[in-house]
Each structure stands twice: as structure tokens, then as C-alpha cells.
């Protein structure tokens, strides 16, 4: 499948699966003549036929029954992907503010600060010079919100870090 395109071989398995065009067409939301090009294009790009054209539909051909196995394959390690890429977006962040120290510090001890088994992600952050990062924090009722604001020297706060923790299990 040397320079076969992705979206070819999802195009593909949409026509091979609604047995048409059409079927493609309403799933994909790509017009039918455009699928059709696709499909043909595909074909010459592999040198195989993968589709029996009549007018009640397309049917799968030999190497079509083949390649289609080869892409449920695939679109199973892309959902896996998907899958895995949602889980990063799952866990809360815990957004640390600091200078270039501090973020070496981190990046030094990253693995004492999180264990591969605590339920948040941490986000290092810049913070611009002359920030005083000596904090005030505001009690709020809702537990377990807890914001930390760091104050300018002019006495302007600013929102440095959201940490909200999740209880222990």
C-alpha cells in the first residue's frame, strides 16, 4: 500500500461497509461523485480491483474483501490512539508558577512530586519577572477548589495556580 492515503482507505471502508456510494456519501458527509473518484484513484494507486460496479451498488471484489480486513485493522489501532490520546485530557491540572529555578527543580524531582499512580497532571509556567510569588490564598466553602493568587509588587494580584484535588481512595 505504498502511498495509499489515509482518508482513501477510510473512504474505502465506508463504501465497502454501505455497499455504495451513497451509504458513504451520508456517512461521510462527501459527495458521491467526489467518493467515486477517490475509489477509482485508489484502485490505480494499488493496482488492485477492488470493487464489482453494477448499478444496484458496488460489491467487494477479491483484493477489496483483503484490504478491507487490512483497514478494520487499522481504524481499530486508530481508535486505540484516540482512545489513549482522550486519557491524557482526563486528569486534572495542577499549574505551577515559577522562575527558571523552580522549574528546574521540577523537572529534577518530577517523579517524587508525581507518581505514576496520582490522579493529576502538572503544568509548569513561566512567571514574568517582578511577580512576587509569595502567596495569599483565598478560603473558598466548596471544597475542594482552592486558588492561589501571587501579587505584583504594585500590589496587582494575579491568578498563578488552580490546584484541585481529587480525595483519596
Avoid at 40 to 56: K, V, Y
Amino acid at each position: 500500500m505504498l502511498g495509499a492515503d489515509w482518508n482513501d482507505l477510510d473512504l474505502f471502508f465506508h463504501v465497502a461497509t454501505q455497499g455504495g456510494l451513497t451509504g458513504a456519501a451520508i456517512a461521510t458527509g462527501v459527495s458521491a461523485p467526489t467518493i467515486g473518484r477517490r475509489m477509482l484513484g485508489l484502485e490505480r494507486q494499488l493496482g488492485r480491483t477492488l470493487f464489482i460496479r453494477s448499478p444496484q451498488g458496488y460489491r467487494l471484489a477479491h483484493d477489496g474483501a483483503v484490504l478491507l480486513d487490512h483497514v478494520r485493522v487499522m481504524r481499530r489501532a486508530a481508535d486505540s490512539i484516540v482512545e489513549w490520546q482522550r486519557g491524557a485530557f482526563a486528569l486534572p491540572i495542577v499549574s505551577i508558577a515559577g522562575d527558571a529555578w523552580i522549574a528546574g527543580f521540577l523537572a529534577d524531582h518530577a517523579q517524587a512530586i508525581r507518581g505514576q499512580d496520582d490522579a493529576f497532571r502538572i503544568c509548569c509556567k513561566s512567571a514574568h519577572t517582578g511577580l512576587d510569588l509569595t502567596f495569599a490564598r483565598r478560603m473558598w466553602r466548596s471544597w475542594p477548589s482552592d486558588p492561589i493568587t501571587a501579587t505584583s509588587p504594585s500590589g496587582r494580584a494575579s491568578r498563578c495556580a488552580t490546584a484541585s484535588m481529587a480525595p483519596s481512595r
